[in-house]
């Protein structure tokens, strides 16, 4: 369904705008009249990271007259195999700062407008209420729903994605567009996953060149909404597979019973977000409750010579990139799922780690509900034991 432009025209172009913006001009949909709307409108995107680099290129490139950028991180040498708005001069620096520079080189004409703070329930409509569109590049649950809520509340149309290894996702979602029959992104995720049941890009890894194809859909729809030409992707989802080149369009329905945009709403106003998605279940914070040790604490077990099994809980694939010396191997999902519970030893304490903490202390909480109360994990993980150990390994 073709929707109206969202933003109104602004009074002119500049001769160096109609020289710079010139292949857009000529093309009849969009024309003066379309390239004019874009000049008028404000688009704000959240993060400057895999998603956020290619839609804040091309938005710019593309002469959005304002963008705005949350991002409160810095810029780290392992974001640049996706991140691409980022150099390696910038490692260390704010990521939104380094995004309006590399901005600015693509386009002088606009203006960037910089939030360099964690984007939470006391701000969200504040900065939110700034802008036109709002362009979702997050990677935590958390955030998405927070942003699902607030953009519903406020009216807004919001361009989501999503991306993880070689598969990606992007719709639009604008309950209060014409015609009232657009689903939200809670219609579509009604609740969010368990807690450590899908791992994030930090933890299962993401192909650094799906962020460019799905960033660039996000564009795409972006300046489609702002202009008010083509079929959006409004009550449709985008599937990607880069590993069979295959793009699928799912429809969404509007789901009349959904507690944000459905007939009869519970949900009125911003909630708990991180209460909401459990950054970690309740049993696995209650099993890290005086289960938990340092880096710095397994270092010394190890030196003590004390009699214990190190069990790295991460995958295949992580364990060969950095592994703490006399660890076994054991992935989360084998314990989870009860299969490597048999092999475990019962005379001796398990020490369990992962990454960051989060999936240990999951493993942890089925440990001691098969009766190894004995267990701990490693607060931090290999990270921890890189930082505060041994330096000399890397990090990912």
Same mark, same amino acid.
């Given at each position: 369904m073709s929707l109206p432009p969202l933003v109104e025209p602004a009074s002119e172009l500049s001769r160096q705008e109609v020289m710079r913006y010139s292949r857009h001009l000529i093309i009849p949909d969009v024309a003066m009249d379309g390239q004019k709307r874009l000049k008028n409108a404000k688009v704000l995107a959240i993060g400057a990271g895999g998603l956020g680099s290619p839609a804040l290129l091309y938005l710019a490139a593309a002469g959005v007259g304002t963008l705005g950028i949350v991002d409160f991180d810095t810029v780290d040498e392992s974001n640049l195999q996706r991140q691409v708005i980022h150099g390696q001069s910038d490692i260390g620096r704010s990521k939104a700062q380094s995004a309006r520079e590399s901005i600015r080189e693509i386009n002088p004409l606009i203006d960037v407008v910089l939030h360099e703070e964690r984007l939470d329930s006391s701000n969200v409509f504040e900065i939110f209420e700034q802008y036109d569109l709002i362009v979702d590049g997050t990677d935590n649950f958390a955030t998405r729903y927070l942003v699902n809520d607030a953009a519903f509340l406020l009216g807004k149309p919001y361009v989501w994605g999503s991306i993880y290894r070689f598969d990606g996702q992007a719709s639009v979602f604008w309950p209060t567009a014409p015609g009232g029959n657009a689903p939200c992104y809670r219609c579509l995720y009604p609740e969010p996953p368990p807690p450590g049941m899908v791992p994030s890009c930090a933890e299962g890894g993401v192909l650094g060149i799906l962020c460019a194809s799905i960033g660039a859909i996000q564009s795409t729809e972006a300046v489609k909404l702002?202009? *008010?030409i083509g079929e959006p992707l409004v009550g449709a989802l985008m599937v990607y597979d880069a590993l069979d080149m295959e793009y699928r369009k799912i429809k969404v329905r509007k789901d009349p019973e959904c507690p944000l945009c459905g007939k009869n709403?519970?949900?009125? *106003?911003?909630?708990?977000?991180? @209460?909401?998605? *459990?950054?970690?279940?309740?049993?696995?914070?209650?099993?890290? @409750?005086g289960s938990t040790i340092l880096a710095t604490e397994l270092k010394a077990k190890m030196d003590a010579g004390e009699?214990?099994?190190?069990?790295?809980v991460r995958e295949p694939a992580e364990f060969e990139i950095i592994s703490i010396p006399g660890a076994v191997l054991i992935p989360k999902g084998d314990i989870l799922n009860g299969s490597a519970l048999a092999s475990l030893p019962q005379d001796k304490q398990i020490v369990l780690h992962c990454k960051s903490g989060v999936r240990s202390a999951e493993a942890l909480a089925a440990l001691k509900a098969a009766g190894l109360t004995n267990s701990v994990h490693v607060q931090g993980g290999v990270l921890a034991w890189q930082a505060q150990v041994d330096s000399s390994l890397p990090t990912y």
């Open positions: 702002l202009m *008010g709403p519970t949900i009125t *106003g911003l909630i708990d977000y991180d @209460a909401f998605c *459990g950054v970690v279940s309740e049993a696995a914070q209650e099993a890290a @409750a009699d214990f099994l190190l069990v790295d």
